[in-house]
């Protein structure tokens, strides 16, 4: 699931795992020819399998340029969202030297950034630079490759402060990606620093601890007046008004120790800003981008959307007309959505660990689950008109369940119980009627999964 090649972080362990799920999402294709089903139930099946394939097997780091003067928060932002110290911040000089594309990584995942020298500094940067100005080198880096996102920075005390310029070196970027990569990418603005509006005091981050709740109403009120101009000025420039999706106050405040913890955290409306970007971001950057933010809305959304692909994929699958040749197959794609559920949740692509899970469970990969899964494959030996539609029944009802309880163990922190729990609630909920009988009596419970952590 991490993106592959060979500079990055991906165990030997994982790329077996990505190997194999590969090898077996080739084998679910192949078989869709021999599906008894019209030609737009079967181009809705190859779409399911193009979002597995996206999600589980062609990961990337999510793409964003950040454009803004200097001081308006472009590095802070980075920290911001991994919650950890990835990026360094110029506190008094211009920070950032030769606009590149780079990788800020964390232990869940990368970001590639395009943290460019500021518009409009004052100083010269830090660090190196041979562009003769700011624009130059962002130019530059962005005839290598086209952002997902451009995320344009403000201060909140400077929105009307020689914004002009700004938003000219703004029109300026967006044109070049539309000439270099033919499409122009969503734009987002944010407003930083809105701890600094006034009543200064007030603090944005710990609102309902304030005693004087007539300076919360004041300081948020010149964040909206922040916001309102931001968004005109923007607007008056259609081609940027075109493809703004979103401009909104925040604070990305962190302050952290020489060993690297954190020592003060003021961020203000991060969730708000995450999820937007992951609204904007192709699927590919998608599954990184919630493993690094661990917002679990965003990882619930992501898993939910693949186990509802893979219950619907496994539930064609049960419709092949030969008894029993769906088995393998969708139990390998059960296991593979567990083990990028759990990636989801951080923890390393396993498919073993992915097995732990579902025979913890009760749900065993072994000799009761064949026993059970054979006798749901049979059902279209024995009726054969009927039997179609209960076996896609049951797969998409065992399925659906199956991704319940991984959402709840990896993203939720649920127990094995609770998890367990999670499968039968789901199972009975979508299964057809008399089929949740099938089941037997989940075995006493063996010890948890394992962590398959890194």
Known sequence: MPAQGPDDDTTEDERRTLKAIAENIKRIE?????????????????????????????QRPPAFALVGRRGAGKSSMVNAL?????????????QTGRGKWFDHAGERGKLSV?????????????????????????????????????????????????????????????????????FRPPLVAILTH???????????????????????AEKLLHVV??????????????????????????????????????????????????????????????????RIARVRGLQEELATNMTRATATLCAGVAALPLPVADLIPITSLQIALVASIGWLGGRRMDLKAAGEFLAALGVNVGAA??????????IKFVFPAGGVMISGAIAFAGTLAIGAAARAYFLRG?????????????????????????????????????????
């Open 30 to 58: 192949e078989m869709l020819q021999f599906l008894p089903l019209h030609g737009d139930t079967v181009k809705d099946l190859r779409a399911k399998i193009g979002l597995l394939r996206t999600v589980m097997l062609e």
């Open 414 to 454: 649920a127990t094995i119980e609770e998890a367990r729990e999670a499968y039968k609630k789901t199972r009975a909920e979508n299964a057809p009627a008399g089929a949740e009988a099938e089941d037997a009596p989940p075995p006493p419970a063996p010890s948890e999964p394992s962590n398959g952590a890194g």
């Open 194 to 216: 809105c701890d600094l509006l006034e009543p200064k005091a007030v603090r944005l981050h710990a609102q309902r601890e304030e005693t004087n709740q007539e300076d919360v």
């Open 114 to 182: 395009l943290d460019t020298r500021g518009i409009q500094e004052g100083s010269t940067p830090s660090e190196a630079d041979d562009a003769k100005d700011a624009m130059a080198s962002i130019l530059f880096e962005l005839r290598k490759k086209p952002p997902d996102v451009v995320v344009f920075l403000v201060k909140a005390t400077e929105v009307d402060s020689a914004i002009d310029a700004d938003l000219d070196a703004l029109e300026r970027i967006h044109a070049e990606i539309e000439r270099e990569h033919h």
């Open 369 to 378: 689950f064949v026993l059970r899964e054979g006798a749901r494959a049979l």
């Open 225 to 290: 007046e922040a916001e309102r101009h931001l968004e005109t000025k923007l607007k008056e420039r259609k081609p940027l008004a075109d493809h703004l999706k979103w401009v909104r106050g925040v604070c990305t405040y962190l302050s952290f120790r020489d060993d690297g913890t954190v020592r003060a955290d003021e961020r203000w409306r991060v969730d708000e800003l995450t999820t937007t970007l992951f609204k904007h971001l192709p699927d590919a950057g998608r599954g990184t981008f919630a």
């Open 82 to 94: 991994f919650g950890a110290k990835v990026a360094e911040v110029g506190h008094v000089k211009a």
